[in-house]
């Protein structure tokens, strides 16, 4: 529920933001009901709706005005990412738009256009609008071209076209003429097809299949008893972040939305991080949603069998592309001017080592999970191997690290920790096709990095584990040693290294990732995923009330859509960073499913 669309402040409506999709494209739309951001032919493409990041620009947007209106009302419907926006006017004239994009089952696969539908329904009055439909490309620094017909709009955009179907007049839509509405409209800004069927029946045929496929889905899910409302929003937006037909999961829809107030630090996030991507699956592993696996899977058995000597870069692009170049993109200010704009992401060239361990670490299960329809092979086995022995090579040599820092490089215990993860959960593996030498083999190996681990993260001056080896830094990724079975809850070690983290790192109800200066000054934002591996630790070890005050509060902390971005500021709560996140949305799910009351108690 949003303010009038006249006195909306500027800051809290770019976090007002509902994201629509199909895991093809996505979209995210306003509190005014503004399609304000949106790639297309999919996630990392060119930004067709890109006023988001630059607010003062006359395209990049695609917008309905009522006349006279006075009040916004915007909900998903029930277990969907299916967008309803109510505008309505003193005088009783009201309207619904409702927003979505096609996905469902036809012809034995899954049906997923490049397209945005929007239904636009007289509840009651005789409301005028206008429509509003200014695409642009070039990342923001052209207006299409465009051809109509007898019912249609051709818009031909840098590397593709897209046509606007609809049943309203079209001379009305193209000059944005404002008119009365006395029956429902239908538009479908899709692929340069023709149109042949009934467009008004079609699309309604359309959101009732769509409706329906995404409410048998969120139906398989495995949920807490608390929380459920939260988890469902939380776990349907993950499944809008993974692009269906390679599998890959971006770690967000968004590029260039900065972590704080001009601090340069705006980052390209429409990629598929293998960090990012691990935490997801692993999320939704815990509510069952085993189809978000089983794509990424045979995503990333293709980024094994392209890897040279077992190397796994940090992030791919959605269709395993090796090559991100990370360029500026001038002609978009940035959001609220707070640029620099980014395409693209240069830490794909960096050594980050815990990747080893995130591939191996999703790829396990397939050995032991016989839900899957495919399971794990030897021969998947084997391409594994040459991950294991590649983070067994460089698990002592440094690297930039979870935070991927660009100017520095050290031993990081994360990302060591990780590469014996991978080791540990090769020789599982190993068990699971009864290869017992090579079990043995990794085991050993597994072994070595752990008292490697032992002699040179422990801090005897700070009494921690430390971030970097040889020193007595902080850092919020050490809470994972928890989750990654390395120490135990009630390991010595681990309770001074938490009670170290939360003098060291914790700002009231929030996680700093650490809190030294990289090389954009010290940090100023909590980052939303460090707080909930805060949660988990307090739960791990006995603080269950404790854990649960700090849930509550962030869930307080949701945008009205339901979700997290990235970072917070913990003076306001103002949330800062690329959204939706997928790393904030997986804390959340995994946090309520620790923390949720058991099925028992309502049974």
């Not at 990370?326 to 060239?349: C, D």
């Not at 700002?507 to 700093?512: E, I, T």
């Not at 649960?548 to 500021?569: H, N, Q, Y």
């Not at 103002?574 to 309520?592: D, F």
């Amino acid at each position: 529920m949003s303010a009038a669309p006249d006195t909306a402040d500027v800051k809290s409506d770019a976090m007002n933001l509902w994201p629509i999709g199909n895991c093809e494209v996505a979209a995210l739309i306003d509190s005014k009901a503004s399609i304000r951001w949106g790639c297309l032919p999919r996630f990392d493409g060119d930004p067709v709706f890109c006023s988001l990041l630059e607010p003062e620009k006359d395209h990049g947007f695609w917008d309905v005005l009522l006349e006279g209106c006075t009040r916004i009302e915007q909900h998903y419907v029930r277990n969907t990412p299916v967008l309803v926006t109510r505008m309505s006017a003193d005088c009783g004239n009201v309207i619904e738009i409702v927003d979505f994009m096609p996905r469902y089952q036809r012809h034995g696969r899954m049906f997923r256009p490049v397209a945005i539908a929007r239904i636009i329904r007289v509840i009651s009055g005789s409301p005028r609008i206008a429509v509003r439909l200014r695409p642009a490309h070039s990342w923001g620094a052209q207006t299409p071209a465009q051809t109509s017909g007898s019912n249609h709009i051709r818009y031909i955009l840098d590397d593709h076209t897209q046509r606007l179907t609809c049943n309203a007049p079209l001379g009305w839509i193209r000059n944005e003429t404002m008119f009365r509405v006395e029956s429902d409209l239908y538009f479908y800004f899709g692929p340069d097809e023709g149109f042949d069927a009934d467009l008004p029946a079609t699309l309604e045929a359309m959101l009732e299949q769509t409706v329906s496929t995404w409410q048998h889905w969120v139906r398989g899910l495995h949920l807490p008893l608390e929380w459920q409302d939260a988890v469902i929003r939380a776990a349907i937006t993950l499944k809008l972040c993974q692009y269906e037909q390679t599998g890959a999961i971006v770690a967000a829809l968004t590029t260039s939305l900065p972590e704080h107030a001009d601090s340069g630090r705006n980052w390209d996030y429409r990629f598929c991080w293998i960090r990012d991507a691990y935490f997801t699956v692993q999320a939704l592993n815990r509510l069952g949603a085993l189809d978000v696996l089983e794509s990424y899977l045979h995503y990333l058995r293709n980024i094994v069998d392209a890897a040279r000597g077992g190397h796994i870069q940090p992030l791919y692009g959605i269709g395993g592309e090796a090559q991100i170049e990370e360029h500026i993109m001038p002609a978009l200010k940035g959001y609220k001017g707070m640029g620099p704009v980014r395409s693209g992401n240069q830490a794909y060239e960096q050594i980050q080592h815990d990747a080893y361990g995130q591939i191996i670490l999703s790829s396990v299960q397939a050995f032991f999970d016989q839900r899957l329809l495919r399971r794990a092979t030897v021969q998947d086995f084997e391409a594994l191997e040459a991950v294991g022995h590649r983070a067994f090579d460089v698990f002592d040599t440094p690297d930039a690290g979870l935070w991927e820092l660009r100017t520095r490089s050290h031993i990081h215990t994360y990302s060591v920790a990780m590469c014996w993860a991978a080791c540990d959960r090769l020789a599982n593996a190993a068990n699971a096709i009864g290869r017992s030498e090579a079990s043995k083999f990794w085991q050993d190996r597994a072994d070595h990095i752990r008292q490697h681990i032992d002699d040179h993260a422990w801090s005897e001056e700070g009494d921690h584990y430390s971030a970097v080896f040889g020193e007595r830094t902080l850092d919020a990724s050490l809470l994972q040693l928890l989750d990654l079975k390395f120490v135990q809850a009630d390991d010595p070690r681990f309770i001074t290294t938490l009670a170290a983290i939360e003098t060291g790192l914790r700002r009231g109800s929030h996680m700093l990732r650490y809190a030294e200066e990289d090389d954009f000054g010290m940090p100023e934002t909590a980052f939303n995923v460090c707080t909930f591996w805060l949660i988990e630790a307090l739960h791990a070890t006995g603080r269950d009330a404790d854990a649960r005050v700090l849930f509550e509060e962030m869930l307080s902390r949701r945008t009205p859509a339901g979700l997290l971005s990235e970072d917070i500021d913990p003076r306001t709560g103002a949330l800062w960073g690329n959204y939706p996140q997928t790393y904030s949305l997986v804390g959340l799910i995994q946090c309520a499913g620790m923390l949720s009351r058991p099925w028992s108690d309502a049974r």
